[in-house]
């Protein structure tokens, strides 16, 4: 059994679990406990407590891109874990400086602040993902990390006001670094999103066509807050159309008029918050 606990997001699903503008997901499989993503306070840690769960005991990190809401608390996990007894993976992209470009123009830094010289100096175990597909585990050689995906899906454009620094150059932040986890179960594939950059159809297409299974679960965050609701609608027709998909957990940079339109036009539509759990056979 595979089973994905929210740890922290942006609604709370118990009124003893705080929520906050970040994602953090606990994923329990067979031989392993991964921890995907840490929002960008201590709630990954608290609200776990109170679900009696144990995130720091996590044997597998993933930082799914390099935005503040995602990363920025990652440090709290290093400081439990002075055993090292842990694999960190992430992309060497995340080591960029990364922006926000508001509508007048001004640059607003997003990034979680985590640098290589860090990592080493905390002897983090820790593994930079560049292939478009890596396994992490031998003893669970389904589960495969994803990443630089195609863009096919001509509603899913990347937006201008995400920008990063190149060299001397601050140019569009194309998000390829941005990782995806797949996880297989009975009747396919289990594919967890950190914010969606790249899109997420284009992902579910990439994870089909790499794993060469069908998606049955969508659960993380689509940025379609960013978009206007014709692509939020673009969104909902591509998952309807998919025959295999039985669960749309998206949440988070989702956005609230977005998840309305999934509330109400999406088949395969399941609430998220902090402390939802969701099985997968």
């Known amino acids: 059994m595979v089973r994905v606990i929210i740890l922290s997001e942006n609604t709370s699903m118990r009124p003893d679990l705080a929520p906050e503008d970040g994602l953090s997901v606990l994923i329990e499989t067979e031989h392993h406990k991964i921890l995907m993503d840490s929002g960008w306070n201590d709630l990954f840690l608290s609200n776990a407590d109170a679900l009696g769960v144990d995130a720091a005991s996590a044997d597998t990190v993933i930082l799914s891109h390099n935005h503040y809401d995602h990363g920025l608390s990652m440090p709290l996990f290093f400081d439990r874990r002075p055993d090292k007894n842990y694999r960190f993976y992430l992309s060497s992209d995340v080591l960029w400086s990364v922006f926000h470009r508001r509508a007048d123009g001004s640059l607003t830094s997003t990034g979680c602040g985590l640098t290589d010289g860090e990592l080493i100096r905390r002897r983090v175990p820790h593994k930079y993902i560049e292939a478009p597909v890596f396994y992490p585990f031998a003893d669970e050689p389904g589960i495969a990390l994803l990443s630089r995906f195609e863009r096919r899906c001509f509603f899913e454009p990347m937006l201008e006001e995400f920008r990063q620094q190149r060299g001397g150059a601050l140019v569009r932040d194309e998000f390829y670094h941005e990782l995806a986890l797949a996880i297989p179960v009975k009747d396919g594939l289990v594919l967890l999103t950190g914010c969606a950059h790249s899109g997420v159809c284009n992902m579910v297409l990439a994870a089909e066509e ?31 159309k998919h025959p295999s998909l039985q669960t749309a957990a998206v949440c988070h940079c989702t956005g609230a008029a977005a998840l309305a339109l999934f509330s109400e036009h999406c088949r395969a539509y399941q609430p998220c918050g902090a402390g939802s759990v969701l099985d997968f056979d």
């Open 210 to 240: 790499r794993l060469s299974r069908p998606v049955v679960a969508v659960i993380g965050g689509t940025h379609l807050k960013a978009s206007g609701p014709e692509r939020a609608m673009a969104t909902i027709q591509f998952f309807n």
